[in-house]
């Protein structure tokens, strides 16, 4: 059975909560492997309306185990208020898992986060603040605290001692603030340690089990593609990366092992905070969409810039990521609109480019190269088949396979879970 990667394909808010939702049902296992709390994945269902930013989107299936993997941040207020949050609605966390190996948030990542990004200015890239950035540069700096380490308090303290002479140091003479105390840190996490401890396990040796018996695994990304450290708008980017390369490494699944990968997209683009969009809508066709879409960030609530389909950024994101197949959200946003533009190659000056510019200061003279599209006049979120769909909307979705190179699953026409069209069969 395979191993199945959800990935944002844009700029992130994609809708890969409801993907993950709608395919855990067939599924065993569900590993978020990117990212912190500071994703937001809204999930709709029977069960209710709920926005989650830790917790994998496949937990409202009480068969399903649900892993907070290796390659994430973890905030650990953050997770045990969103488990009170699920089971003030009768949603059982039981089957939680977080790896051993992932990494914690402490208060001075959120800290150093805010007057790193105070310090910038005018400059500053939009971070959300929880202390991602700064949580992710210790992991690589040898110098993070991990979720083993709350499973032996000893430890733990001469961690935290460690570690704080350091921060300290920093807050102090580069900031002028306060130091913070070893003592309270200690008091707090060693409080979340009491909560969190029997979550906390070796994610490979349950994941390994699970594929060794055949199960479906689903691996749930956090952000999008165009916010890659690497291969995103650097460095406007999140501190992690999104790409299905990393759903190897922040799950602890072998690359082999993955069978499908299924790239996220809006029917249209949009972003939030600092960075280049080339698609961006400053017009009244931009509040219409934002408006009708509500596109309004889940975690932090900022809202969203939106622009047309961006078919040079969509095939960027294909390529790198390597999508066997694809998923568009967000179509029905559309309904009503006599025509729609989508972008299919960027003019520069007097040259024409199909390829996406690694240099910020070559893709903010990007203009886009837009071809309109006739819209459908048409109700469409009560469709459930392909062949039920307007000659127009499916016209559409053909161009942005075509612009993606690579062939659409699923076509979603709502935020609830069975407002799904299976445009090709998954599996």
């Known amino acids: ?9 844009q700029w992130g808010d994609e809708g ?4 993950v939702d709608m395919l855990a049902e067939k599924s ?22 709920f926005k989650l930013h830790l917790i994998p989107s496949g937990i409202f299936y009480p068969e399903v185990t649900c892993v907070i993997g290796n390659g994430v941040v973890l905030n650990p207020a953050s997770l045990i208020k969103e488990i009170n949050q699920l089971a003030a609605n009768s949603i059982d966390t039981s089957r939680l898992v977080i790896s051993d190996r992932a990494h914690l948030i402490m208060p001075y990542h959120r800290l150093l986060d805010e007057l790193e990004e105070k310090a910038r200015g005018k400059k500053a890239i939009g971070t959300t603040l929880r202390g991602i950035g700064p949580a992710f540069t210790d992991k690589v700096a040898r110098m993070g605290i991990r979720a083993a380490d709350l499973l032996d308090k000893r430890t733990l303290r001469q961690r935290l001692k460690t570690v704080l002479e350091n921060k300290n140091m920093i807050l102090e003479r580069v900031y002028g603030v306060d130091p913070l105390s070893v003592d309270d840190m200690y008091r707090e996490y060693a409080g979340y340690a009491d909560i969190l401890r ?40 999140t501190s992690s990366s999104p790409l299905s390369g990393n759903a190897s490494l922040g799950s602890g699944i072998a690359p082999n ?65 390597g999508f066997t197949g694809a998923v568009i959200t967000r179509l029905d946003v559309f309904d009503g609109f006599p025509s729609l533009k989508v972008c299919v190659a960027y003019r520069i ?30 109700d469409t979120t009560t469709v459930r088949r392909w062949q ?28 609830e879970r069975a407002q799904t069209i299976e445009v090709n069969p998954l599996f």
Request: glycine share 12%; with cysteine; aromatic share 8%.
């Open 1 to 9: 059975m395979p191993v199945i990667a959800i990935i944002g394909a």
């Open 16 to 19: 890969k909560g409801k993907v």
């Open 28 to 49: 065993s296992v569900v590993v978020r492997f990117a990212g912190g709390d500071n994703a937001g994945h809204t999930v709709i269902n029977p069960r209710g309306h």
């Open 198 to 237: 029997p979550n906390i396990k070796d994610s490979v040796e349950l994941i390994g089990a699970a594929l060794d018996r055949g199960e479906v695994v689903l691996l749930e990304g956090a952000q999008g593609a165009m916010l890659d450290i690497d291969f995103g708008t650097y460095p406007f980017a």
């Open 257 to 321: 092992r993955i069978d499908r990968i299924l790239g996220v997209y809006k029917a249209y683009c949009t972003r939030v905070g600092s960075g280049p969009l080339p698609t961006e809508l400053h017009d009244e066709m931009g509040h219409r969409i934002r408006e009708q879409a509500q596109e309004y960030g889940t975690t932090t609530g900022r809202a969203r810039r939106c622009g047309w389909f961006d078919g040079v950024a969509a095939r960027h994101s294909a390529r790198i990521n």
């Open 349 to 378: 000056g007097d040259r024409q480019i199909n390829r996406f510019p690694s240099s910020i200061s070559e893709l903010q003279k990007c203009e886009p190269v837009y071809e309109e599209m006739p819209g459908w006049l048409a």
């Open 388 to 415: 039920d769909l307007p000659a127009e909307a499916k016209n559409y979705i053909e161009k942005l396979s075509s612009l993606m190179g690579c062939c659409v699953n699923y076509a979603c026409i709502g935020p």
